[in-house]
């Protein structure tokens, strides 16, 4: 009786454990940012865990700077070393590329010092590093887009601080207060109008922050629930999706949201990208699948199309040609000065064949986009093709 | 793995990030809420358990007359053993079946936390996939992950480690009759350290929220135990000679 008893005890306790592993219970952080181009060259983060540029025209690497982050493992583990997941797009600035990492790091890189492989940081190159205090919080992860403003870099990080940096060295200039307080995170970029800094909270908050000293200033606006994508800012409006399936739009300077949209009921689901406005009209993607074109004054839906998949990158506009990619891997594009009904009829529609998640990069009538396969693709607009696609496959170094 | 999402992923989730909007906005307060739903669906088998365990106390007895009797004949034991549980209508594992129920509601609680509280940005964006379009779900979210200074998302602390095993112990000590052969006794001593040491040591490695639905799962055990079988139990109970009566 002894055997049977002990034996079904232990399979009674570690079944748990076995399906649990088996079922698994999400993603890893592994990164979706975007890639940027500036001069022919690529400059992109990869799911390898680093920054890589790359000619565009012969998809040469150029250089790799790879980063691993180190973790405790569980009770029964050792630490594990893992490829540093990068969200935020990298921004090319005066020779130098800014980098924001999960690990809670800005990077400042010189394409001529990693050119030649040098250790990090070359300060004569110009290069700095700055790591964002976790100040309490259990994350400095910092998962927003760096936003670069005259002499400044400014940092959203999880530790709910938004935090401005000089651009040369790498100092701090100032930090914020915590602006979430209940969850402690700020995972959407800052927008600058004037000498104010704007930032939208997962506790449904828009604050504005002093350019100068990173004090809070008196207006402020609670909406109805958290906002998921980062604010826009457009003649004195600012526009942000909420996780209440609205897109909300907001006069700076008042307490009541000027319309939310859609009017009569919730989308299907959030508006996790930033809108884009333009002429008056704001193009906002939504998880639910469709691309809503909205008068911005008054926020009367003027047109939709449905992708039927998720689009959960922003929308780019380059002269008329609106483009937007869904996450089944799908680019449309859509001519904004033609006469739409209820419902847009894209001028082209291009599948990459794999996932997108990361913002992409409009330049030249090209569309660069990073797929979730790791893969850089390159789509002419103009054309409908995919010009060119290929894996980026890198190693990390310690 | 979509039907496992569909049936019993996607209910939990929602439905307990639905008890967080009620509550306030507190993910603890929700967990503690949807155990009282779970121990409420299987109260009836709960029920059943118990008074299993209820009949098995007040067998002791014979059970022990038998043991007397058939002590060198372990073949013979076990078959008057069974036949006296069959006249009894008694089932001696019919106890797991609860245990062994809450397995999904287990795995599904476990996923269920790290969807609804998003540790990665990859998550986050996963949730809005396995959301139900009701407003008390969507309005919710994004969640806190702290309650009484735990939190909820990141590996339970020594303290609740402590109450998890504690309350598992106090749980299995109330229903374990002191055996009489002392091979059987030793065998019944490691199973009542073994499993609250083994939730215990769960508790330190898994979400702190999976942790807190333990301890109040136990702490509902024990007091349901309470009023069903009428008192504490073996609890009392210290040498394995002297069994306490059954109220």
């Known amino acids: 009786m002894k055997r049977p008893k002990v034996l079904l005890l232990t399979v009674t306790a570690f079944l748990p454990l076995v399906l649990v592993s088996c079922i698994g219970v999400g993603q890893a952080a592994s990164g979706w940012s975007g890639p940027t181009v500036q001069d022919g060259i690529i400059y992109v983060a990869s799911r390898d865990g680093g920054v890589a540029a790359v000619n565009s025209s012969n998809q040469d690497v150029l250089w790799f700077y790879g980063m691993v982050t180190t973790s405790a493992g569980g009770l029964a583990c050792g630490p594990t070393s893992t490829p540093t997941a990068i969200y935020a797009t990298p ?55 760096l936003l670069v403003h005259e002499d400044a870099i400014y940092v959203s990080s999880s530790n709910g601080r938004v935090y401005s940096l000089d651009k040369e060295f790498g100092d701090l200039n100032w930090e914020s207060k915590v602006l979430d307080e209940t969850h402690k995170k700020l995972w959407t970029s800052p927008v600058i109008q004037g000498n104010t800094l704007y930032v939208n909270t997962y506790d449904g908050h828009v604050y504005a922050l002093s350019l100068e000293t990173g004090e809070l200033l008196a207006w402020s606006f609670r909406a109805e629930a958290g906002f998921a994508s980062s604010p826009v800012v457009y003649e004195d409006h600012i526009y942000g999706g909420s996780f209440d399936r609205y897109l909300y739009a907001i006069e700076i ?146 | 793995m979509e039907a496992w999402n569909l049936i019993i992923g996607n209910p939990v989730l929602n439905v307990l990030i639905a008890l967080s909007h009620i509550f306030g906005g507190s993910f603890g307060l929700a967990i503690i809420g949807l155990t009282i739903i779970i121990r409420l669906i299987s109260w009836p088998l709960t029920k059943r358990q118990l008074n299993s365990t209820k009949a098995l106390q007040e067998m002791q007895p014979k059970i022990q007359e038998l043991q007397k009797k058939y002590g060198k004949n372990q073949q013979k034991l076990q078959q008057e053993m069974m036949k006296l549980y069959k006249e009894a209508g008694v089932n001696p594992l019919g106890c797991l079946w609860p245990m062994l129920i809450q397995f999904p509601i287990w795995i599904a609680l476990y996923q269920a936390i790290m969807r609804a509280l998003a540790t990665t940005p990859e998550n986050l964006l996963d949730l809005a996939q396995r959301l139900y379009s009701w407003d008390i779900v969507n309005q919710a979210i994004p969640l806190s992950s702290q309650f009484l200074g735990l939190d909820l998302a990141g590996q339970g602390n020594i303290i609740l480690a402590i109450i998890v095993g504690g309350t598992m112990w106090v749980q299995q000590k109330m229903t374990q009759a002191p055996a009489v052969d002392p091979r059987q006794g030793s065998t019944s001593r490691m199973m009542l350290l073994l499993m609250p040491l083994m939730f215990g040591f769960l508790s330190l490695s898994f979400p702190a929220g999976l942790g807190l639905y333990w301890a109040v799962s136990n702490i509902i055990g024990i007091i349901t135990q309470y009023f069903v079988t009428g008192g504490w139990g073996y609890l009392r109970s210290r040498s394995p000679s002297q069994p306490t009566p059954v109220k």
């Open chain 1, 91 to 145: 921004i090319v600035d005066g020779g130098l590329v800014y980098v924001g990492t999960y690990g809670g790091q800005v990077l400042a890189l010189s394409a001529l010092a990693r050119s030649q492989n040098l250790t990090f940081p070359q300060q004569r190159y110009g290069e700095w590093e700055w790591d964002c205090p976790l100040n309490g919080a259990k994350s400095n992860a910092i998962v927003a887009g």
């Open chain 1, 253 to 398: 300077g008042s307490n009541v949201w000027m319309w939310k949209f859609p009017q009569e009921k919730p989308a299907g689901n959030w508006f996790w990208a930033s809108p884009i406005v333009n002429e008056g009209i704001v193009y906002a993607g939504c998880l639910d699948g469709k691309l809503y074109a909205i008068e911005a004054e008054t926020g009367e839906e003027l047109w939709e199309f449905d992708a039927a998949s998720p689009i959960v990158t922003s929308p780019v506009l380059m002269d008329n040609l609106l483009t937007i990619a869904d996450e089944s891997g799908t680019v449309y594009v859509f001519d904004v000065s033609a006469e739409f009904g209820d419902e847009a009829v894209p001028l082209r529609a291009i599948s990459i064949g794999a996932s997108v998640r990361s913002p992409f990069c409009a330049q030249n009538g090209l569309i660069y986009i990073r797929g979730e396969d790791n893969s850089i693709y390159v789509v002419d607009i103009e054309r409908g093709q995919i010009v060119e696609g290929w894996p980026l496959s890198l190693t990390a170094e310690e």
